[in-house]
Nanobody
Framework: QVQLVESGGGLVQAGESLRLSCAPS????????MGWYRQAPGKQRELVARIFSGGGTNYADSVKGRFTISRDNTKNTVYLQMNSLTPEDTAVYYC????????????WGQGTQVTVSS
């Protein structure tokens, strides 16, 4: 089965930046949107940012103005530029591809750790 492959996580200090990338290991047809979620220890997974095939985006309030999601439609690759990172951004970040009219509807990456030290 096709998987999403993430890269770019790591350990940074507060105020620094990271860029996450995500690409499928094969072809996924009919993707409507791709996005990034994160899960911190003891917390539920939450949406960070999502970008639709038409270019529309939405962001969690906590990352607006700091994170930017972008997408290369020709490669179904999605990026998350994270600036001004804070320790509250520490989490495992997961890539998602969503297609509401096909089965399976969702594809997930294995997760990449982002740790921000104060």
């Amino acid at each position: 089965q096709v998987q999403l492959v993430e890269s770019g996580g790591g350990l940074v200090q507060a105020g620094e930046s990271l860029r996450l990338s995500c690409a499928p290991s094969g072809t996924i047809a009919s993707i409507e949107s791709m996005g990034w979620y994160r899960q911190a220890p003891g917390k539920q997974r939450e949406l960070v940012a999502r970008i639709f095939s038409g270019g529309g985006t939405n962001y969690a309030d906590s990352v607006k103005g700091r994170f930017t999601i972008s997408r290369d439609n020709t490669k179904n690759t999605v990026y998350l530029q994270m600036n001004s990172l804070t320790p509250e951004d520490t989490a495992v970040y997961y890539c998602n591809a969503h297609r509401p009219f096909r089965i399976p509807r969702d594809f997930w990456g294995q997760g990449t750790q982002v740790t921000v030290s104060s």
